[in-house]
C-alpha cells in the first residue's frame, strides 16, 4: 500500500489494508481488533507498545517489528506535516 494519502486520514478499512500488507501473519489477531476498537489511521499514529499487548500482539518480538514500522508512518507523517508548513509559507 503507497502513502499517497496522509496515515492521520486513513479510515479503518485503510489501517486493515496496511497491517495486511505489513504483517500478514498477525492478521488473524489484529484484524479483529483494528474493527473492534475503530483504529483509525489518527489512532494507529498513537499505538504503544502496551496498546499492542491489549490488542492481542503479545510476543515482544512482534510487538517491536509493528512499533518499528509505525515510527516509519510517524516519521513519514511530519515530513508531510512540514511539507504543508513550508507550503503555506512560501505561497503567501
Known amino acids: 500500500m503507497g502513502l499517497s494519502k496522509r496515515v492521520s486520514l486513513w479510515s479503518v478499512e485503510e489501517v486493515l489494508e496496511w497491517m495486511q500488507d505489513q504483517f ?19 489512532v494507529l499514529l498513537r499505538l504503544k507498545d502496551h496498546h499492542l ?13 509493528i512499533l518499528q514500522d509505525l515510527l516509519l508512518l510517524r516519521v513519514q507523517e511530519e515530513i508531510d506535516d512540514l511539507n504543508d508548513i513550508c507550503s503555506e509559507c512560501f505561497s503567501q
Open 24 to 42: 500478514p501473519a498477525h492478521m488473524g489477531t489484529l484484524h479483529k481488533a483494528v474493527i473492534k476498537h475503530a483504529i483509525s489511521g489518527r
Open 53 to 65: 499487548e491489549l490488542l492481542g500482539v503479545e510476543a515482544e518480538e512482534q510487538q517491536q517489528e
